[in-house]
């Protein structure tokens, strides 16, 4: 495995705070809307669950991959900002991050304007009950499955050779996909 140039930058956090903070992030999230999702009108189990789904996933794509396809200097940034440096640990594992490919650039697009809004918005017609919340959830699903075979197939009909090292390859590239 070897990789393009843009993925040596210098972290101002360690890979280990990085993944700390985010995992405690992602957490509480899913704690916060548990509990708001347990406060109203009686649902069960699987629709919390799902409210939960589509909350921490609309944040994600509104927040995290908004931050990415917003900040395209993000890679230059040399102060301690935790987003970019989400960015930077995660191009270990795609290099097309940190270069701005453009399928990159282009799928993350379409996940933070257009999939995060609608996760957000299948949050709430779950937490409602209202009727279009199976084709909402089925929309966005058919939408994520297509980002990510558009994602993996760009990489593979390049050569998929975009990871610094396999270790990178599959925890960040395979197994975060």
Known sequence: MSHSSGTDMALN???????????VSLLLIIFVTWIISGMSQAKSKIERLLICW????GLIHVFQEGYYVFTPDLFNDNSPNFMAEIWKEYSKGD????????????IESVASIVLGPLSLLAAYAVAKQKSYRYIFQFAISIAQLYGTIQYFLTAFLEGDNF???RYYYYSYYVGQK
């Open 163 to 165: 990871a610094s090292s």
């Open 13 to 23: 956090f360690s890979t280990a705070s990085l993944h700390t903070w985010n995992g």
């Open 95 to 106: 290099s097309r991050y940190a270069t701005r490919h453009t399928s990159v650039l282009g």
């Open 54 to 57: 589509w909350a921490l996933t």
